[in-house]
């Protein structure tokens, strides 16, 4: 029935086609129609575009204005190439652009004679630095303008004869120069400066050390370690937390005194040992600041040689140069109140410390902050989190950590990657990087302990400060800001100092829990290669033609096949 009736309103369409009139009115109708909906199609069009455009226009005005907004350290731009002719320093100063010929060399000499080297333009500036004229060390002092002395230093090791082939990029390099505290870094932090390096900085956690949460800040270029670090940070969380303890806090310098004789030298040995020697050498020491106090002196001889390790308090700094001063006061009073004026000082560093090297005294008797943080994981937090199970954990940790490193021979290293977790907090912190080979010193401990996984990580030579060295840098203060230890304590000298060494060793224990599980499951590499690895690898822009003889690449494989293969043929 519907068939039929479709069939009629069709046929009495196609009929009504036929009239004049009716057909003129239905092609009018179907042209309007048409006309209208273009309209709205392009009305519609627009309105998507205008936020668009808007969004733009707001980018460009930002930009525009970004030279305005005030930047602070560590921002990263390019080096910015003004127009020579726009720029004032390459002119000469209170005069109009190019009214005045350039300056003979033997006029810019005596304006820098006259101390208004300030007023020389760039180029005259870099000229008489080349000729020796102005030390290149001397930039800032010269110049007055800090920012102005890192440009010139650029230009100056871009130009240099002797160098050019390798630095000539220098000068218009992207690293970073401008927008940066120089007044912080000049005397104190670094020499000859040139730029900054910006530095990626995440934050694993939070992480409950002691009971209160803290983000732990990380400066590091390797994927994946911070992310690692926040499971195992969560990890702990699940298990209440990390516990830490600190069982010692001495910094250390180890002189070495000289003598004629071994008889002098075994004098001088016996009286360090004895009660009046310690006395005497203590309020020497103790009388050069408020917050070094002598703790111990341990003494070792070899032939006519004395090596004594002062061990010290040194407040909330980390202390090196603290310590040094005592030293020197100690043995001055030693030589000429105590009958060693036959004595002589080698060296206020004698090795004995030991500073920035592997040694088996700062594992066995520690350097700086000594402390042990645990935890302890249910089975369950293991399984869901960590992906792996409590015995697998302690079966790896003891092949791994401890059979392993004593097969390697190792000092310290009883650990995963404690060195990662202190490397990255220092960075961040304004520490002494140099300082992680001794802070890195780690041994990793795990047990099944009633079902549930304990670890704990021994870490006897921590070496931080919470004031001096790259901490007055406002970056890395902030990040002490950010865990609560910037600065000296107000009441308890040294507390802070000793929270952050708490928070290194607190990071190391979910650092070594994350990557344990990850070495247990399995996961390393294919997590390394999902963070590091995503796309396929390409071959780093490079000057054509870099000196230095290139080794010739060779695989493991085809190593390994040489040696199954053609040695055996050659056998």
């Known amino acids: 029935m519907f068939s039929a009736m479709g069939g009629r309103v069709v046929e009495g369409l196609l009929k009504s086609f036929e009239d004049p009139v009716l057909s003129k009115w239905i ?7 048409l006309v209208l909906n273009g309209y709205l199609f392009n009305a519609a069009r627009w ?31 390019a080096p910015n190439h003004k127009d020579p002719e726009a720029d004032p320093t390459t002119h000469h100063a209170g005069l109009p652009n190019g009214d005045t010929p350039k300056r003979s060399r033997e006029e810019c000499e005596a304006l820098l004679k006259d101390k208004k080297a300030a ?10 630095a080349l000729r ?47 927008n940066f505290d120089y007044d912080r870094v000049h005397g104190a932090c670094c020499e000859n400066v040139v730029g900054y390096l910006p530095l990626p900085l995440g934050v694993a956690g939070p992480l409950v050390i002691d009971g209160k949460s803290y983000f732990l800040p990380m400066a590091t270029t390797e994927g994946v370690l911070v992310a690692s670090a926040s499971r195992g940070c969560k990890a702990i969380n699940a298990g209440g937390g990390a516990i830490t303890v600190l069982t010692a806090d001495g910094m250390t310098r180890g002189p070495c005194i000289g003598f004629e004789t071994l008889t002098r030298a075994a004098a ?15 309020e020497a020491f103790n009388s050069t600041s408020r917050f070094a106090r002598l703790n111990q002196l341990k003494t070792s001889i070899a032939g006519t040689y004395v090596y004594v390790r002062f061990k010290t308090t040194t407040g909330d700094a980390m202390g090196m140069n603290m310590i040094s001063k005592g030293v020197e006061k100690a043995l001055e ?6 009958g060693f004026e036959d004595m002589a000082i080698i060296s206020v560093s004698g090795n004995f410390c030991t500073d920035k090297k592997p040694a088996a005294i700062n594992w066995i008797d520690g350097r700086g902050k000594s402390v042990v943080a645990e935890a302890i994981i249910p089975a369950h937090v293991v399984r869901d989190v960590l992906k792996s199970n409590v015995d697998a954990l302690v079966e790896l940790n003891i092949s791994k950590n401890l ?49 549930a996984l304990q670890i704990s990580v021994s870490m006897p030579s921590i070496e931080v400060g919470t004031i001096g060295g790259g901490t007055i840098l406002e970056p890395q ?95």
């Open 27 to 33: 092609i009018i109708a179907l042209a309007m129609s």
């Open 47 to 77: 309105s998507i575009k205008e936020p668009e455009q808007d969004r733009a226009q707001q980018r460009d005005q930002s930009a525009a204005n970004a030279p305005n907004a005030p930047l602070t350290n560590g921002h990263a731009i």
């Open 119 to 128: 007023l020389l333009n760039d180029e005259e500036l870099t000229d008489l």
């Open 132 to 178: 020796n004229k102005i030390p290149g060390y001397a930039l800032e002092k010269t110049l007055g303008d800090k920012t102005r002395a890192v440009k010139i230093r650029r230009s100056l090791i871009s130009r240099n004869a002797q160098t050019s082939d390798l630095t000539s990029s220098l000068e218009k390099s992207l690293l970073p120069y401008e």
């Open 268 to 282: 001088a040995k016996v009286w360090l040992d004895s009660a009046e020697g310690q006395k005497v050498m203590r």
């Open 333 to 338: 009073v030693m030589s000429q109140e105590a």
């Open 403 to 451: 059979i392993g490193s004593a097969m390697a021979g190792s000092i310290g290293g009883f650990n995963a990657h404690a060195a990662n977790m202190v490397t990255a907090i220092f960075l961040a912190t304004g520490q002494d990087p140099a300082q992680n080979v001794e802070s890195s010193n780690c041994i990793t401990v795990m047990k099944n302990l009633n079902g």
């Open 477 to 571: 203060a902030a990040m002490l800001d950010l865990l609560g230890v910037r600065g000296p304590h107000p009441a308890t000298p040294g507390a802070n100092a000793q929270q952050l060494a708490r928070i290194v060793a607190a990071g190391v224990l979910a650092g070594e829990l994350s990557l344990c599980s990850a070495l247990a499951a399995g996961h390393l590499v294919k997590a390394h290669m999902s963070h590091n690895r995503s796309a396929v690898p390409s071959a780093a822009v490079s000057r054509a033609g870099s000196p230095g003889v290139r080794a010739k690449p060779v695989g493991l494989g085809a190593g390994l096949a040489m040696t199954g293969t053609e040695e055996r043929g050659r056998r």
